[in-house]
C-alpha cells in the first residue's frame, strides 16, 4: 500500500476545498469515527446520517451544494485549520484545537456509558476509575478527565462502530458512547446484551467554520437559525428516534 504524506494530503485538502467553495459548494468535514444515526460511510464516503442531512439542510439553505469530506477524528482540527473544508458540525469548542467561526450552539448531545449486561452495574461515573473504558482515537471527553483524573483508563479504537463490537463480544465491558447512537443501535438490534449505565455530559452542539473558509459566516449563521425556528432540524432529527 502506498502511503501518502500527512502534509500532501492536507493540502490537496486545502487546494479541493478552495476550488469547490468558488463553485458554490460548501464543504463539510464527516468525521470517520461516528456510526449510525450520526454517519454511513460507504467505501470511505459519507452517505447517509444526521451530519449528511444537516449538511444537506444547511447546503440547501444558503443555496449551494453540500460536498462531504471524511476526516479520521485526529485529523479534524488540522483539516478545519488549514482550510480543507469549511465546517463541521456537532462539535463543541472543547473537543478541537484551533481558532473557528462557531455557530451558536443547537443540537443536544448527551455522553453515557455502555456496558455488557454481565458487567457491574455503574451506580456513578466515578466507579469507573481504574476500569478500562472503550474511547475512540483523538477523542477528547474532558468530563471523564476532570471526573477520574489519572484512574481515567482510554480503551482507544479507531471508531464508535467497532467499540460496539467490542462490547458484544466481552473484549470490555464498558464504553462511552453518545445517547443518540446507542439508543439507535437499541432499536435496531434489541437482542444486544447491552445497558445504558450513567449520563455523564450533556452539551449542545455547534459548526465551526474555518478561517479560511469563503462561505460568509453570517450567511452560514443566518440559514441555520432558520432550520431551528422553522423546525426542519427537529424534524430530521426525529427520522432517527423512531
Known amino acids: 500500500m502506498i502511503r501518502i504524506p500527512t502534509a500532501l494530503l ?3 485538502a486545502f487546494v479541493h476545498g478552495a476550488a469547490i467553495a468558488e463553485t458554490q459548494y460548501i464543504v463539510f468535514i464527516a468525521p470517520t469515527n461516528h456510526t449510525m444515526p450520526m454517519a454511513q460511510f ?4 459519507l452517505v447517509d446520517g444526521v451530519l449528511k442531512n444537516l449538511g444537506d439542510l444547511i447546503a440547501r439553505r444558503m443555496e449551494r451544494r453540500a460536498v462531504y469530506v ?14 480543507g473544508a469549511d465546517a463541521l458540525c456537532y462539535v463543541v469548542p472543547v473537543w478541537i484545537d ?10 443536544n448531545s448527551t455522553a453515557i456509558v455502555a456496558a455488557r449486561k ?3 452495574v455503574l451506580k456513578s461515573v466515578t466507579d469507573l476509575a481504574g476500569k478500562p473504558i472503550g474511547t ?14 489519572p484512574r481515567f483508563v482510554r480503551e482507544d479504537a479507531p471508531t464508535t462502530e467497532l467499540n460496539f463490537r467490542k462490547l ?6 464498558y464504553a462511552t458512547i453518545d445517547q443518540i447512537a446507542f439508543e439507535y443501535r437499541m432499536r435496531q438490534e434489541p437482542s444486544l446484551a447491552l445497558r445504558k449505565d450513567v449520563a455523564y455530559a450533556t452539551v449542545m452542539t455547534q459548526c465551526a467554520f474555518s478561517l479560511h473558509s469563503k462561505i460568509p459566516f453570517a450567511q452560514a449563521e443566518h440559514a441555520i437559525d432558520a432550520l431551528v425556528q422553522d423546525g426542519s432540524i427537529a424534524a430530521m432529527l426525529n427520522q432517527y428516534a423512531r
Request: glycine letters at 12%.
Open 42 to 45: 460507504r467505501d470511505g464516503m
Open 98 to 107: 484551533g481558532r473557528y467561526n462557531w455557530t451558536k450552539p443547537f443540537i
Open 70 to 83: 471524511s476526516v479520521p477524528s485526529k485529523r479534524v482540527s488540522e483539516v478545519l485549520s488549514a482550510g
Open 118 to 120: 454481565d458487567a457491574p
Open 168 to 173: 458484544v463480544v466481552g473484549r470490555m465491558q
Open 136 to 149: 475512540v482515537i483523538g477523542y477528547r471527553y474532558p468530563e471523564l478527565e476532570r471526573l477520574l483524573g
Open 10 to 12: 492536507t493540502l490537496c
